[in-house]
């Protein structure tokens, strides 16, 4: 409930404005002191007893992303209701995923509460079938070998040279481009100081902007933990990297993966890899992928794959998908856990679909070795 | 208009835009009013065509005050952003006075005011009409991470430092419009600083009255059928680029050039390049599809 006089109130008031900011950040919104101070300079403009302003205000102040202003427009139709404070769940419970098929056939989302709100862009997307092979709960995550994860960081850096397609700070000597004061000036020394032969420089491309898709199915399991390292030096090697992954549902990750060290992200990574269900359908969650956030794709993106390309969906549409994606994208990268195994042949049905729209094509192994790997050769 | 009367409340900002044809929700128009209260830039994200960069535009106007408009892209620098010395007005005034001045003269008269040439965000700060300014940072998701880092202190602190002259403080801090196409997701320290607004894709309502506002001559019955038949194009879900309210407006406006009052297939078949934009998507409504949709108009 509103307080009828905040003015008169400012202690119980300021009480129920802590718990409003503790509840977003249970619900994933990182409000920090700044925007608490903005919200309680807005409330000097915008009266609290004008429920409507409030809300406005608290939105465009604490808000700072689509999904964000769902759950900021949720929890305070939630909290600033007639019940009492102690009545609404700080930590929303998660509940286990269900081991049964429902009736329809179709499995709910588990973690994403539906949300009164009109703003309808998808925190996730979920095909949310149900399948026998669903895990348990939880996906858990061990560390790799510190040697092996600064291998995998060598790699990275690597495939970020191999497939960059934007700008650096760096410039090479081109026929267009900026007047390069310093050599012109040079130059010039040897015209009595007059600038006849102007020189020009470029930047040189030395950037990559990644789109990481992890399928985290259930017959990806054994390679996890190298995964994991190598989804994490990614991100950390490559600045504009956005991590998603799909099984049954897409689900990104890329705020999970944001500003901790190796072992301390793996407890949120493991915890935001959501395990919806198995039996994957790689085609279907490509296409939700590219109606959800296909803005994503552009023509310096290089989308990275890593999947083992068992899929139990339609491979005629996975084909279509990664042919999309081809078309869009600057390169297509497909990394395949058992591609380094010795006599390995890429003959599931869904592998021969997409390899034909597939640049390059690698193992996990390929970023750890520094020479003689594919991704070396490259 | 005197600018605390234009954004002096919620009503008055909603009147505002009104006046200016922009049809805007309660929620838009109190961040409005509270960028504009607290001195904070308006972070705008939503999809392309919804009216992000109309805003500025309208509060310009609305305002009286200058639009000064600062366009991103990849690899924009200081240079694009915040100011340049001019070299070739340096380099003649050497010359000029190169026999009669001493070297140490020379270097402190070019590096003056007079020769600094002052790109959007230095023009913004240093604005002195009766009005401040309204800068529009647009499509601030196509430059790099490190462009965000050169905002900061801008958007912070309305000021800028130059090493040869020293601080420039704004003389009346601008209203501040940032849009983002969210191609990628910017960082924490720039969001921080900012008020933000997500602009999604209209309901019917609200559509066939921006209809009614931006395309003048367009009946009721007409204006209806058209915003329902965009609605329905926008719910297919296999679409790459759904048509944003500037693509409708686009329709609309050739519709009505054509001196069409009326929706027929063969009508949409050769005019559906207004509204849909990718060549897949056009690929995928083909003349069933479309049939389809206008039975369901």
Known sequence: MIPDTPAHAPAEFLRRMAGFFGLLRSRGVPVGVGSELDLARALEHVSPLDRQGFQDGSRCTLAKSPAEVAIVDAAFDAYWSMSPVDEIDVEEPRRAPTSRPPADGRMESISTPAMPTGITFPIAIRVGVYSPDAPAGGHPLSPVDPRCLAAMRVGARRLRRAVASLPGRRSRPARHGEIDLRRTLRRAGRTSGEWIDLRRVKKRRSRAELLVLWDVSGSMRDHDAVLAALVYSLRRLVRRTRVFAFSTEVQELTPALSGLPYRASLEPLARAIDPAGGGTRIGRCLRDFRRGFGRLVHPWTTVVFLSDGWDLGDTDLLGREVAWFHEKAHRIVWVNPYAGEAGFRPETAGMESALPHVDLFLAPSDFETSSGSRLANR | ?297
């Open chain 2, 1 to 297: 208009m005197a600018i605390s009367k234009v954004l002096g409340s919620v009503d008055a900002v909603l009147d505002a835009m009104a006046g200016e044809s922009y049809v805007a929700d309660r929620g838009l128009a109190t961040a409005v009013f509270l960028a504009a209260k607290l001195g904070k830039p308006l972070l705008v994200e939503g999809e392309p065509g919804c009216g992000k960069t109309e805003i500025s535009k309208v509060l310009a106007a609305a305002t009286g005050g200058e639009l000064i408009r600062l366009q991103c892209y990849e690899g924009l620098d200081a240079n694009a952003a915040l100011y340049e010395w001019n070299y070739a007005k340096q380099l003649l005034t050497i010359r000029l006075h190169e026999r009669e001045r001493k070297p140490g003269e020379l270097e402190t008269e070019i590096f003056d005011e007079r020769f600094l040439l002052r790109r959007p965000l230095l023009k913004a700060l240093t604005a002195d009409g009766p009005v401040p300014p309204v800068l529009l940072i647009d499509e601030v998701d196509r430059a790099d991470e490190e462009f965000e880092g050169l905002l900061l202190e801008v958007l912070s602190e309305y000021q800028i430092t130059i090493p040869e002259i020293g601080t420039i403080k704004a003389k009346a801090v601008p209203f501040v419009v940032i849009t983002s196409n969210r191609t990628r997701e910017l960082s924490d320290a720039l969001k921080r600083r900012c008020l933000y607004a997500y602009l999604d894709f209209p309901s019917l309502e609200k559509e066939i009255a921006i209809l009614r506002r931006k395309v003048p001559g367009l009946e009721d019955g007409f204006a209806l059928d058209i915003a329902t038949f965009v609605q329905r194009v926008r719910g297919e879900e296999d679409l790459v680029k759904r048509p944003g309210i500037a693509e409708t407006l686009d329709w609309a406006a050739a519709l009505l050039a054509l001196g069409e009052r009326t929706i027929t297939r063969d009508l949409v078949e050769q005019t559906l390049g207004f509204l849909v934009k990718d060549a897949q998507d056009l690929k995928a409504l083909p003349s069933e599809r479309i049939d389809a949709l206008l039975r369901t108009t």
